[in-house]
């Protein structure tokens, strides 16, 4: 799978190509990504990527040319991939759309800058319309790097382990357990014995119970949209006639 990443700072990627699950997939021919600078398409003397809004109004707009020139010639080169504009009026991205971007042969992500990019580049350009959550960047280059690392982990090989596939169907619904490492005591605080015990029965239903309850007290909203399975509908009866009990003893 591919990544083309257009942006007039493509600088800010370099260190992001270098690091982590995504320099590994990259050497592990898994993914390939580059960075292109729009100013490259830009066909006046000062390569202006931007310019005054019409109707007024402070801020600049990206202008459309080069943008649409950078988008064709990266889709030449690149046949088969889904163009990504990153911004705040998108859809917001989550990890199903992660899986759903990770089935295609390649993404091309443009990060705009400014107020945004002209209207008309949206409706023959782009096929998704991207947030990743309300609140406002100063560009798209950030937004971009998080759909890059959300989608390159679930490209099978990609993650080098075996855990991706296996995590996978876990992930969008229920929240992780919690986790623990050496020591065993740290400041006075224990790490729960059954996960000492080598028991592996026993330390799975901790865990299960530990990612129920957390989704529960954490993110209720989840666990509210979730098709609960027979052990996870056991595990909230169990703390519901619980804490019925500790409610009723102390009336
Ligand atoms: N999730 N921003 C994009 C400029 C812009 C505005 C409109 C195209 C259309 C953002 C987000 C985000 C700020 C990136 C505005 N480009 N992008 N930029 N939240 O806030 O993705």
Redesign the pocket.
């Known amino acids: 799978m591919f990544f083309t990443v257009l942006t007039i700072f493509p600088e800010m990627f370099d260190l992001f190509w270098n690091h982590g699950i995504v320099r590994r997939a990259i050497e592990h021919k898994k993914i390939l990504a580059s960075a292109v600078n729009i100013r490259d398409y830009a066909a006046d003397r000062h390569q202006a990527t931007d310019d005054r809004p019409y109707g007024g109004g402070s801020g600049m707009v990206m202008k459309p040319e080069p943008l649409a020139a950078a988008i064709r010639d990266a889709a030449r080169m690149r046949s088969g991939a889904k163009t990504v504009?990153?911004?705040?009026?998108?859809r917001v991205f989550n990890q199903k759309m992660a899986r759903e971007l990770a089935s295609s042969d390649g993404l091309i992500l443009v990060?705009?800058?400014?107020?945004?990019?002209d209207e008309r580049i949206c409706h023959d350009l782009i096929d998704y319309e991207?947030?990743?959550?309300?609140?406002?960047?100063?560009?798209?280059e950030l937004?971009g790097m998080v759909i890059i690392d959300a989608v390159s982990r679930l490209i099978p090989g990609a993650l080098g382990g075996e855990d991706a596939a296996e995590k996978d169907s876990f992930s969008d619904d229920l929240l992780e357990h919690a986790h623990y490492t050496r020591p065993v005591i740290f400041e006075g605080q224990e790490v729960p014995e059954v996960l000492l015990s080598g028991h592996h029965q026993q330390i799975d239903d901790w865990r299960l119970e530990s990612s129920v309850m957390r989704t529960l007290l954490k993110r209720p909203d989840l666990l509210q949209k979730k098709d609960l399975t027979r052990p996870e509908r056991e595990i909230l009866e169990k703390w519901r006639r619980e804490i019925e009990y500790i409610l009723q003893v102390q009336k």
Do not use: N
Request: a negative charge; hydrophobic letters at 30%.
């Open positions: 504009l990153m911004t705040p009026q998108g990060c705009g800058r400014y107020e945004g990019v991207i947030s990743i959550g309300d609140y406002v960047l100063t560009g798209g937004a």
